[in-house]
C-alpha cells in the first residue's frame, strides 16, 4: 500500500514480470516488468484478465 506508486513507476526489473491489479487504469497496462489488468470493475463493469502463452500475452475484457 505504502509503495504503490513507486512500484508502478518503476522500471526495475523484478527477476520476474509481476503480473497485478488494485491499481487501476482505463485499460490493462503492460510495462517490461509488470502487466497490472485491474480496470476497475466494481465502477466501470469492465473485467479484464491476461492470457500469458509463452513469451506473449493478450487480454480479455467484458463489460461496458
Known sequence: MWIR???L???SNFGKV???GHSPSQVP???PNRIGVDTGA???GRLS???L???GCRFLQTGA
Open 5 to 7: 506508486e513507486e512500484f
Open 29 to 31: 497496462v503492460k510495462r
Open 9 to 11: 513507476s518503476s522500471s
Open 42 to 44: 466494481y465502477a466501470t
Open 18 to 20: 509481476v503480473v497485478h
Open 53 to 55: 502463452e509463452g513469451a
Open 49 to 51: 484478465c491476461v492470457v
